[in-house]
């Protein structure tokens, strides 16, 4: 086999001063070489990786996973929670992930070099979802699909997900869309994409003749995230009449953003429900353990019991356990200390299953406290499979680098998707300019702002940046430096 069918260019990193050229020779100690043997194994990797996202392709439902939807169209980053399902919502486990991206017609439009991988769980989750590119519809849907990378393995696609982008004021959610007919008093918690808190907020339901039937009894909370233009309010509602209490009734729900209405095709309407549930479950942290579920029709099925399994094994039952009505929050609650002794290993993962007077199971809830949740195992580094060089300490805050190629590159692939250069700690790329030089096998690339004294930063290279015949890059490439 011959190199050149599996390894197509490849490149060197190194500091240059100012706008300085490092003659060629200083190169040569980087240059990234594999003999055939080593070529064989890279090519039977890629074939495996190829194989195993044609399954998971087909083991994953768009449809049926969850995530973060709503984004808006004026920010830089967001917070993305992802939850793979197959078609009939179990979980798809077992899948380590390091970093994510979100791709467009060929286009990557969001990524995240920073993702908490729960795999056991076959949850994903980030505060630094950043968009480098601008989604097709700013005011719409989106199809995408959603790509996990361990380090720079694809192991696993999401295809043709939907998401909503706005530039507009817009619903991101509201909780819960179901609401007890046994309740006269009930809370609603809203997020709104771009609305600020000098916007006055209103929510109500109301009838088929139009005609308000719900009053705001109080804003339980109000928090604005400037970074993600979303602003989440809670709210405490009443019935005005409670002959509007009838089961299997739906409502239109009304958001008006000053005396404006705003609204999603998803959060039209509230359905009154006549069985009880619990719909909301609060993760538990070891120096508070506790269960706290929220629902609705709780207080009319007092009292519960709640078993308590830990490795497939009863460690405890508690009985006649009381719901209440929380007048701070306006939610039907179930509210109850777990003490070290229900556990034989306490930190460790474990189940609660709740059933009602009727002894009608409520729901599984599986938790990883903070012991599981950093397990070894998804302790994953975001680089493997890079050509990684060694760190630099130092570096001035006006540095410009220099990345030199053994072939000359498609300048059309040099862009914020495939070569950037990101901040450790927020997990965001910053702003930079490129520049080819020696007939196209030199990059220079300088930051627009000088970078910060005393943070880390990482340079990536990508494995899609291709040379000018359209050969991809042998391997993608890392730098981390800490600037004086």
Do not use: C
Request: aromatic share 10%; charged share 25%.
């Amino acid at each position: 086999m011959k190199t050149s069918n599996v390894l197509f260019f490849t490149l060197f990193i190194m500091i240059v001063t100012s706008m300085t050229v490092t003659p060629q020779k200083s190169f040569a100690q980087n240059e990234i070489k594999m003999n055939d043997a080593e070529t064989t194994v890279t090519h039977v990797l890629d074939q495996s990786t190829r194989l195993f996202n044609t399954a998971l392709v087909n083991e994953i439902d768009s449809e049926k996973t969850g995530a973060t939807k709503y984004f808006s169209a004026n920010t830089h980053a967001h917070f993305f929670w992802l939850s793979l399902k197959d078609s009939e919502y179990n979980a798809v486990t077992g899948i380590k992930a390091s970093r994510l991206e979100m791709i467009q017609q060929g286009q990557v439009v969001a990524r995240a070099n920073q993702l908490d991988s729960y795999s056991v769980i076959g949850q994903y989750q980030t505060r630094h979802l950043e968009k480098v590119n601008t989604f097709q519809h700013v005011n719409g849907e989106n199809t995408i699909d959603i790509v996990l990378y361990l380090g720079s393995k694809e192991v696993a696609r999401v295809k043709d997900f939907r998401v909503h982008v706005y530039e507009k004021p817009a619903i991101s959610f509201v909780n819960p869309y179901q609401i007890g007919v046994q309740s006269e008093k009930f809370g609603l918690s809203l997020e709104m994409l771009n609305v600020d808190k000098s916007q006055a907020v209103d929510i109500y339901l109301r009838d088929e003749e139009n005609n308000r039937i719900t009053k705001t009894d109080k804003i339980v909370t109000d928090y604005y995230n400037e970074d993600e233009s979303t602003r989440r309010m809670d709210f405490g509602l009443s019935f005005i009449d409670p002959t509007y209490l009838q089961e299997f009734k739906m409502y239109d729900l009304v958001v008006e953003v000053n005396e404006q209405v705003i609204q999603n095709p998803e959060n039209e309407e509230v359905y009154l429900a006549e069985d009880s549930y619990i719909d909301t479950t609060f993760h538990a942290q070891i120096s508070d353990l506790r269960y706290r579920g929220l629902g609705i029709n709780l207080l009319h099925n007092n009292p519960y019991r709640i078993v308590i399994e830990q490795d497939g094994q009863v460690t405890k039952e508690l009985n006649d356990i009381q719901a209440f009505f929380n007048e701070e929050t306006y939610k039907e609650e179930i509210n109850v200390m777990l003490m070290p002794e229900y556990f034989m290993n306490y930190g460790g993962a474990y189940t609660i299953k709740v059933y009602n007077a009727l002894n009608k199971e409520m729901k599984d809830f599986d938790f990883l406290v903070e012991k599981d949740v950093v397990n070894e195992n998804d302790m994953t580094n975001p680089f493997e499979g890079f050509k990684m060089f060694e760190k630099r300490e130092d570096i001035k805050p006006a540095k410009t680098w220099s990345v030199t190629f053994n072939k000359a590159v498609d300048e059309n692939t040099i862009n914020n998707s495939n070569t950037y250069i990101i901040e450790i700690e927020s997990g965001k790329s910053i702003k930079v300019d490129y520049t080819l030089q020696k007939g196209g096998t030199v990059l220079e690339i300088t930051p627009l702002k000088n970078f910060t004294s005393g943070a880390t930063y990482t340079l990536i290279v990508d494995q899609r940046v291709t040379s000018g015949a359209g050969k991809q890059l042998s391997e993608p490439a890392a730098i981390e430096f800490t600037v004086k």
